[in-house]
């Protein structure tokens, strides 16, 4: 069974460097205040995103800017860790023999923006990895998180709001209607 978890992880689809097979809880906070249309508010980020609840999870469409970038589903649950919100993410495309991949960034919402930032920076990585860290399994030289929502969570809540945690950020606006 360990060797087909592992054959599956070498093909797990997914967009952070620190991924988990298990959500980081089953279910998730919604907040209307992030559903609509949203634009990079950075010079060097073009891409827009488009947020739309669904039933406790919400429904997020990155558009890249670049002419040739393919847009990219995922699904997304925010889950309140301490006094912060973290979003658990997966791209909706589900293939066949593949364990969908759940990263996470950390939400920061400032007036009438929003900010996320990837939580996997190497500091996390090695965080993880280490006698305080999370259940996991190496593939190449990369921590594939294997313990539950409890453990994530935990996790998160000791290391994950940490400003060392965070590996870059995209800072968004909303599209004025």
């Not at 060797?3 to 797990?12: E, Q």
């Not at 209307?32 to 609840?53: F, M, Q, Y």
């Not at 997304?76 to 969908?100: C, H, N, Q, Y």
């Not at 009438?112 to 006698?131: I, N």
Request: glycine content about 10%.
């Amino acid at each position: 069974m360990r060797t087909l978890l592992l054959a599956l992880l070498l093909i797990l689809p997914g967009c952070g460097d620190l991924l988990s097979v298990h959500p980081l809880a089953a279910t998730g906070v919604m907040d209307n205040s992030l559903t609509g249309e949203w634009i990079c508010a950075e010079n060097d980020c073009k891409g827009s995103v488009l947020v739309r609840p669904e039933e406790g999870y919400y429904d997020i469409i990155w558009i890249p800017g670049e002419a040739d970038g393919e847009p990219l589903r995922l699904q997304g649950r925010m889950v309140k860790i301490g006094t912060r919100f973290v979003l658990d993410l997966v791209t909706a495309k589900r293939a066949d023999l593949a364990i969908p991949g759940h990263f996470f960034m950390l939400l920061e919402k400032s007036g009438e923006g929003v900010k996320f930032h990837w939580l996997d920076s190497d500091w996390l990585r090695k965080q993880a990895t280490g006698t305080d860290g999370v259940p996991h399994l190496m593939v190449d030289d990369k921590p594939i998180l294997t313990g539950g929502s409890a453990a994530l969570q935990a996790f998160l809540l000791k290391f994950g709001l940490d400003p060392k945690a965070t590996a870059g950020s995209m800072a968004f606006r909303r599209v004025k209607e």
